[in-house]
């Protein structure tokens, strides 16, 4: 370690109950407590702090919802937006506990990914001592049911959706300052973490989980002590579900579903429906709690924008003559010919592109794939208008597109399998026609170069002919 590192870390251990007890006593003056929460960090420092705010603000209203009897809270970073903080305290309904955020001592290891520098903020949930019982949660889960009886268990519990490492988007725990200063100065002198993370941080700092009993609520209702393993059911992966395409979990409640993939394949981006079946589960839970009225000014004007262009370049379609009256040689046209088919390509792949990135990520799949294809249809129409290629093949990976969300979103797959080979034979089926569309476009271009009306040659005269005038 670096001779800043320990001292840094003795700082935060000094100050952490401080900060805690200030945050806590905050809290404490806004309304009564009850003896259970559900708690959830926030932070800021990633390009996806908006939506991680949005995701939050969904799991807890969708928790109210199904009225769970625990307080609603959340861990948030001193730095996260005031504006963020007044809206999750007045229209949702949660208890914002403000903290400095935990230095991660891990950030110089090798597999370091920086972001999970700020995770260990999670282990600001032992230092919840009003409660009895914490169930700490990842903003990307989906509930489908109550969990309370999870208060029912002991010390620390959480589920193993990996054969040998527990995960911690869900987890039960009992606030312990003892635990919770024993935890920094577990940082200071270097636990070992294998992933520089609160994942790997909390496994190595419980590793004898594995051998614990399972948990079973106990029909007195009276909570157990110790650790137990909690039932799959609790934190089901989505990947079963999409290989499945329906939960049936045999060992416990389906309570709640969990993503713990690729950063990009959470369920609340709006391309994650029909690639991501349960994309929609998770937009309708927005729908129900938060709605989309945010979003809305930004989806218009963008609508807009993009109707004005196709209007646009129908009404006034450019010609290419006026740009190439200067050439020079013959032995241009294969220089031009190799430069156009550059510039056209690159245009179709922008018109493409460009659209996706433009609409917010978090907007219901419905809107963000028809805004999506109507800004395609859009600048699409500028390359076809610009170069003069025929509409049908620059629009055949659209159509295609298209096609494949039909095949995705069809909803009587018996299994996640039998879609996925569906997909791969539309896709095979279709590639034929997206080659056949990208030689027409070629030819398209090459006939445009060898077009005399287009390029006259120097000194003749520069005319427009009949044809050019309907430009």
């Given at each position: ?6 001292l ?37 420092g ?24 625990a ?5 948030a970073s ?39 520098k ?48 527990f ?30 993370a609160d ?5 190595s700092y ?16 009276a ?5 137990y ?10 990947s ?43 937009h ?7 709605g ?15 109707v ?13 003559s ?49 805004l ?78 060898e ?10 005269s520069?005319e427009m002919?009949?044809?050019?005038k309907?430009?």
């Open positions: 370690m670096g001779a800043g590192r320990p840094g870390l003795l700082v935060a251990l000094l100050l952490a109950p401080v900060v805690v007890f200030v945050a806590a006593q905050e809290v404490a003056t806004t309304s009564p407590r009850r003896k259970h929460a559900y708690a959830a960090m926030m932070y800021m990633t390009p996806r702090d908006y939506e991680f705010y949005v995701a939050t603000r969904v799991m807890m209203r969708s928790l109210a919802r199904l009225g769970v009897d307080d609603l809270v959340v861990i001193v730095d996260v937006p005031v504006r963020w903080v007044q809206t999750l305290q007045e229209e949702d309904g949660v208890k914002v506990v403000s903290v400095e955020n935990l230095k991660n001592p891990y950030e110089n290891q090798g597999n370091f990914n920086s972001r999970f700020l995770t260990l903020n999670k282990l600001y949930a032992w230092s919840l001592v009003s409660y009895d019982r914490v169930v700490m949660l990842d903003s990307d889960n989906i509930f489908l049911q109550r969990t309370d009886e999870l208060f029912m268990c002991g010390q620390f519990c959480a589920v193993f959706i990996n054969p040998c490492i995960h911690t988007g869900l987890f039960v725990l009992q606030p312990s300052m003892k635990v919770f200063n024993n935890m920094l100065h577990e940082l200071e002198i270097g636990r070992d973490n294998p992933d520089g994942q790997g941080f909390l496994a419980f590793s004898d989980l594995l051998d614990r009993p399972m948990f079973h609520p106990p029909s007195s209702g909570k157990l002590n110790g650790s393993r909690l039932p799959l059911g609790y934190q089901m992966d989505a079963y579900y999409y290989l499945k395409l329906r939960w049936s979990i045999p060992c416990g409640p389906n309570s709640v579903i969990t993503f713990p993939s690729a950063p990009w394949l959470k369920p609340w981006y709006w391309w994650s429906w029909p690639v991501l079946p349960l994309g929609l589960s998770w309708e839970l927005r729908r129900e709690n938060l989309y009225g945010s979003d809305l000014p930004i989806l218009l004007i963008q609508g807009v924008m993009y004005g262009i196709i209007a646009i370049t129908r009404l006034a379609r450019p010609s290419l006026k740009l190439c009256y200067n050439r020079r040689q013959e032995k241009s046209i294969a220089i031009l010919h190799t430069t156009l088919k550059i510039a056209a390509f690159w245009s179709m792949i922008a018109a493409y592109s460009v659209p996706f990135f433009l609409i917010p990520r978090t907007v219901h799949p419905i809107f963000g794939w028809s999506y294809m109507l800004g395609v249809a859009s600048l699409s129409s500028i390359v076809i208008n610009v170069f003069l290629l025929p509409p049908l093949p620059v629009l055949t990976v659209l159509l295609g597109m298209l096609g494949s969300l039909f095949v995705m979103a069809f909803p009587w797959y018996p299994d996640g399998v039998i879609r996925a080979l569906t997909v791969f034979a539309y896709a095979f089926c279709y590639s034929p026609i997206a080659w056949a569309s990208l030689l027409k476009v070629t030819g398209s271009l090459q006939n445009l170069v077009r005399e009306v287009f390029f006259p040659r120097l000194g003749e520069t002919s009949e044809f050019n309907l430009y």
